[in-house]
């Protein structure tokens, strides 16, 4: 991972660009309306917000609320500690019942354990049925956006991908190239033995998981195969079956700008004597994968309130420039900035809590407002200390400027003599040509910033004192 480097590249690319500006655009426009035409919409995301606080504070019974009312539902529970394990309890429940091809709706957390390269490793074939997630599959790639997967792709991009992966004419029409991927994916759905999918909630009241979708492409998942397993992020929970009367309405409208989705699939168990369609086998994967960890940190915690709706990403000025690759895993955007870290492991990604502007856009836009500023300080500040106990010369010298820093501008004298100071030792980088006294730069290690950013010269007068001026010239106390 390495998100410098990959950020300026996607900054440098024109056609991603376009496609950032006009998705997320069009998703901010349908949000904004949605939430304009929605009475009371600040106050939904209040409650919103205080039931996921305390389902997650709550979070073991109401686990072990759902488990048993899966099992009292006809349905078998499976608990994974981290991708590995969830793997092989999917791989397992595939070979003891020879299934050899399964059908996959859109599910992030099947990503997050990369559990289809697990089911190819085992000899078993695995179709994503998304048109997005199918598109990214037969590119080999991750997810760009966590509602519209190939969001990073033009039209021409998928022409020139269906006609090499499927041996399809080229083809420049969004209804013929969903045509072709229609008549692909409708074979692999009848003669699928398995369908995987994820879950968008989880009610512990009934063991009924929910799937909101647009397609149509979950509830054949779903339903057609024999066998049904859902894999599920274990802090998915509402608590009551009420509940989706609220987030339901939030998600949507979040996410898509819909007043409701195409589909919506409330799933309880496997299929019964009078069902006309369903599985006969239903297993729910609850996956933990570092979700306890964020559990056990009360600076952190909310980052577990995420539903998934992905308005921080159409929101945010870093993701908009830099799109969801740059962060290097399948959660992009500021919920990426702060699970990513989390999940992975700081090590893993340090540099995600400082791709925010901390401008807090994603905060207020966020349907369960998360403080997504407050969460990425708080990795910053873990990152920045890590970094002191093992980054060696270059973290102690990072560390002493910033307490220089500090007592600098907590002293009032002092902070006046690094001004005047700074005017004449500014003038040897001084634009020749930018009126005022721009700056061009900055000597090493102060270039990173002056090589980015406009840097306007520090002024002979300081603020304070040109105002001190004025209210003297006009008569008034200074």
Known sequence: ??????????????????????????????????????????????????????????????????????????????????????????????????????????SMATEEIELNLGLEAAGIRAVETDLGEYIIQLAGEHPSHIIAPAIHKTRHDISELFAEKLGVPYLSEPQELTKVARERLRDEFLGAGMGVSGANFGVAETGTIVIVENEGNARLTTTVPRIHVALMGIEKLLPRFGDLSLFLPLLVRS??????????????????????????????????????????????RESLYCIRCGACLNNCPVYRKVGGHSYGWVYSGPIGAIINPQLMGIDEAPELPFASSLCGACRDVCPVKIDFPKVLLELRSEVVTRKEKTGGASALLESLSFKFWRAVVTHRKIYELALRFSYYAQRPWKTRKARGGGLRSLPYPFSRWTDERDFPAVSETPFRERWKKMKRRDGGAP
């Open 255 to 300: 996410a898509t700008g819909q007043k409701t989705s195409t589909y919506i699939s409330l799933i309880t168990g496997p299929r019964r004597g009078a069902d006309k369609d369903g599985p006969e086998e239903f297993h729910l994967v609850l996956l933990d994968n570092g979700r306890s960890g964020i559990l056990a940190n009360p600076e952190t």
């Open 1 to 106: 991972m390495n998100f410098e480097r990959d950020s300026a590249r996607a900054v440098e690319d024109k056609n991603l660009q376009r496609a950032l500006v006009n998705v997320t655009d069009r998703f901010r426009a349908a949000r904004k309306r949605a939430s304009d035409e929605t009475p009371g919409w600040d106050g939904l995301r209040n409650r919103a917000r205080e039931i996921k606080k305390q389902t997650i504070a709550h979070l073991d019974d109401y686990l072990l609320q759902l488990e048993e009312n899966v099992r009292k539902s006809g349905g078998h529970v499976h608990w994974a500690r981290d991708g590995e394990e969830a793997r092989n309890i999917i791989i397992d429940i595939a070979r003891r019942n020879g299934v050899k091809s399964v059908v996959k709706s859109k």
